[in-house]
């Protein structure tokens, strides 16, 4: 039986252990952290659970080829509630006017119009657009690089909604976007959704799958998902190794020999796939011996490839909030300034529907900010000093507390900061780049990617994982888990097992 070593046991090194297994290679799965599932997690502080990941999850509509892909891996089943909110998002502008994003597309525009009936026209285009999306599916078949010419043109013919959209918006950003708006809170919403330079084009994807119940949230949240995968794993006899950081390839005559870890032990394997950060695996793993041009040209151009990352801060309520929506991005009444940018608004996400996530009678939320290539370096800069570090997360959480309870001064005094997670973080417990929790952003200047995961000069070698394809995130790394032992099963000249 041949052996597979994987380096990596997030969602994409998880998806490879268990295809590995179904098609009969014996695996092992070499993991840095104590417990696997990558950046989809959560922690536990004094008596609450903090989500890490999962804000939406692409794949979550019955019957839609994703779907089947994520029960075969074990992260959804029949015995795993999806949360299907009611709005993806619901904006607060500085006059109080609420816009929503709701699930149900009739009645986002029935709700728009009523805000602004003079807007119309914008807003009929912008339903139809996000309508006509809806029959857009993420191809998770075959790759790229395994298909014959008749499969990649049945491939670009299915996602002709998805290329008008882009060859329209792929270009123009989401300022200029907003603009066909009249109404300043329809505009505040779109303007907002992702940060400048991000193309509009996100919005429609983001919202297509969100209006057809295909980002929804699976009960249990980020980590609960991994660890169902990781049984999945368990039981086709696969093997993990966990406290065991892969630090060093022994490479000799265009093959890897040897995989040597933290903990001084070392693997032996016919194949070795690589479902960790790309930085990390060119870099530090490969010591920058094997440079791919297609990854090298988003490392040296950050400002046209920015890697988003976040600032995530924990809170816990003594309380139940059930007039606050699942999503809330609402104006901050005293803005403060986190790496010299200033903070006029917060997006707080509402936990209650998860109540094992917090004590009998308490809820938990957490508030997200947007981080990019400055706040990294400005983080970085400041770990050097943990003290200095400490003190600055401290206050960026007593910001927040305030800025929550200014405008809902019911919650004053019953708010306290669990924990704030910053890129280093991430950083820290998932050598990602720069922090970053997905892949390169989508910018106006930036270009897609679909890369095979083959390293040039290594034959029995694989990346697989988010950064290998568009914005990456968890469809993206299971999608690329399953590529690679598609590859392999190729290469041992058998036939794939779904």
């Known amino acids: 039986m041949k052996k597979v070593v994987i380096i990596g046991g997030g969602i994409a090194g998880l998806t490879a252990g268990i295809f590995a297994r179904k098609n009969g290679f014996d695996s092992v799965i070499l993991e840095k952290h104590h417990t696997l599932g990558g950046e989809c997690t959560g922690w536990d502080r004094e008596g609450y659970h903090i989500d890490g990941c999962i804000h939406w999850l692409v794949g979550t509509k019955e019957g839609t080829p994703i779907n089947e892909l994520w029960k075969t891996v074990g992260a959804l089943g029949e015995d795993v509630k999806i949360h299907h909110h009611e709005s993806f998002l619901t904006y607060e502008h500085e006059d109080g006017q609420q816009v929503h994003l709701y699930r149900d597309l009739d009645r986002l525009k029935s709700s728009w119009l009523e805000i602004s009936p003079e ?30 010419p008749i499969e990649k043109v049945k491939l670009m013919l299915s996602m002709k909604d998805a290329g008008a959209v882009l060859q329209k918006y792929g ?30 084009s996100m919005v429609f994807f983001a919202l297509a799958g969100f209006t057809k119940d295909q980002a929804s949230v699976p009960g249990g949240g980020s980590r609960a998902m991994a660890m169902r995968m990781k049984e999945r794993y368990l039981s086709l006899g696969g093997k993990i190794e966990p406290n065991c950081e892969v630090l060093d390839l022994e490479i000799e005559d265009k093959q890897v020999k040897k995989a040597i870890c933290s903990n001084g032990k070392a693997f032996t394997a016919d194949y070795f796939i690589a479902a960790i950060d790309a930085n990390f695996f060119y870099e530090k793993l490969l010591e920058g011996n ?26 816990g309520y003594e ?32 936990y209650n529907y998860e109540p094992q996530f917090a004590p009998e009678g308490k809820n938990f939320f957490s508030v997200t900010i947007n981080q990019f290539n400055d706040d990294y370096d400005a983080w970085n800069e400041l770990y050097k000093n943990k003290e200095a570090y400490r003190t600055e997360k401290e206050r960026i959480g007593e910001e927040i507390v305030k ?32 922090g970053g929790i ?46 690679s032992i598609m590859r392999l099963c190729k290469k041992e000249k058998r036939e794939f097992v779904q």
């Open 119 to 148: 807007d119309e026209e914008a807003i009929e285009e912008f339903c139809n657009t996000i309508e006509k999306l809806q029959s857009f599916e993420i191809p998770v078949g075959k790759p790229l690089d395994m298909m014959n």
């Open 171 to 200: 270009k123009v950003g989401l300022t200029e976007y907003a603009k066909n708006f009249k109404h300043p809170a329809l505009r505040g919403v779109l303007e907002t959704f992702l940060p400048d330079g991000y193309s509009a």
């Open 290 to 315: 094997y440079p791919d041009p297609q990854f090298q040209k988003r490392f040296e151009k950050p400002e046209d490839y920015p890697v988003p990352s976040e600032l995530r801060v924990a809170l």
């Open 319 to 350: 309380g139940i909030p059930n007039n606050i929506p699942r999503t809330l991005r609402f104006p901050v009444a005293a803005p403060f300034e986190v790496n010299g940018q200033t903070i006029d608004r917060l997006q707080l996400t509402n």
């Open 403 to 434: 800025a929550i309870a200014t405008r809902f001064p019911e919650m004053e005094g019953k708010l306290k900061v669990l924990d704030v997670a910053t890129p280093k973080t991430f950083e820290r417990y998932c050598n990602s780049y720069r």
């Open 438 to 483: 997905i892949a390169f952003a989508p910018t106006l200047k930036s270009k897609s990617l679909d890369h095979p995961g083959k390293v040039k000069g290594l034959e029995n070698l694989q990346l697989s994982g988010q950064w290998l394809q568009g914005t990456g995130g968890l469809p993206t790394a299971l999608i690329t888990g399953k590529a």
